[in-house]
């Protein structure tokens, strides 16, 4: 089965940058797996950050952005803000109509 | 701008089957550049793709849940749903309808719990 990693949580300062990434159990991340992202705080709906790797979703801050780094998909958020602390997963498609979550990333702001 | 909002039953009883029904407004559900999809959220836990559909009915789903889980789409009432067969404490979750566009879930529905329990 397809397992999908994230780092558990990641610490960032005020102003400052950080770089989640997404990868894969067994293989390499590209852009063939149209990763995408998104922001979830406690109680409520996810929120959609990135599609297709590298596109923002509608009114979303251009402080997000999307790449591919080596083998993983990766979100930076440059220029962190208190509101940015949430969890984070990425999502990949496999493939035939089947995507899969990422196990998320709590980010605190502090 | 689409809206879509859950609806069904909160409580379900084990062995029994759960079943939730999205409704799409700001747009219709048989647009050719929309699927619709199913993601769930155990408390605490992370978020899992369910499956997805098609307005033409054609429909995709999770591996490990596929021998339980039936969408279906209503384009007369600009709705899709979900049903769950089977359902133990384990299925108890917040589930989440969303619209799905460059293959990614673009447009959320507010979520809502079903708690597994006799």
């Known amino acids: 089965q397809t397992v999908v990693t994230q780092e558990p949580s990641f610490s960032v300062s005020p102003g400052g940058t950080v770089t989640l990434t997404c990868g894969l159990s067994?293989?390499?991340?590209?852009?063939?797996?149209?990763p995408s992202w998104y922001q979830q705080t406690p109680g409520q709906a996810p929120r959609t950050l990135i599609y297709?790797?590298?596109t923002r979703s509608s009114g979303v801050p251009d402080r997000f952005s999307g790449s591919i780094l080596g083998n993983k998909a990766a979100l930076t958020i440059t220029g962190a803000q208190a509101d940015d602390e949430s969890d984070y997963y990425c999502?990949?498609?496999?493939?035939?109509?089947?995507?899969?979550f990422g196990t998320g990333t709590k980010v605190t702001v502090l | 701008q689409l809206q879509l909002q859950e609806s069904g039953p909160g409580l379900v009883k084990p062995s029994e089957t759960l079943s939730l029904t999205c409704t799409v407004s700001?747009?219709?559900?048989?647009?050719?550049?929309?699927?619709w999809g199913w993601i769930r959220q155990p408390p605490g836990k992370g978020l899992e793709w369910i499956g997805s559909?098609?307005?033409?009915?054609?429909?995709y789903y999770n591996p490990s849940l596929k021998s339980r889980v039936t969408i279906s789409v209503d384009t007369s009432k600009n709705q899709f749903s979900l049903k769950l067969s089977s359902v133990t404490a384990a299925d108890t979750a917040v589930y989440y309808c969303?619209?799905?566009?460059?293959?990614?879930?673009?447009?959320w529905g507010q979520g809502t719990l079903v708690t597994v329990s006799s």
């Open positions: 969303a619209s799905v566009q460059w293959l990614a879930f673009d447009y």
């Open positions: 559909i098609y307005y033409s009915g054609s429909t």
């Open positions: 297709s790797t590298n």
């Open positions: 999502v990949l498609y496999m493939g035939s109509g089947i995507y899969v």
């Open positions: 067994s293989g390499s991340v590209s852009t063939s797996y149209y």
């Open positions: 700001g747009g219709s559900i048989s647009s050719s550049s929309y699927y």
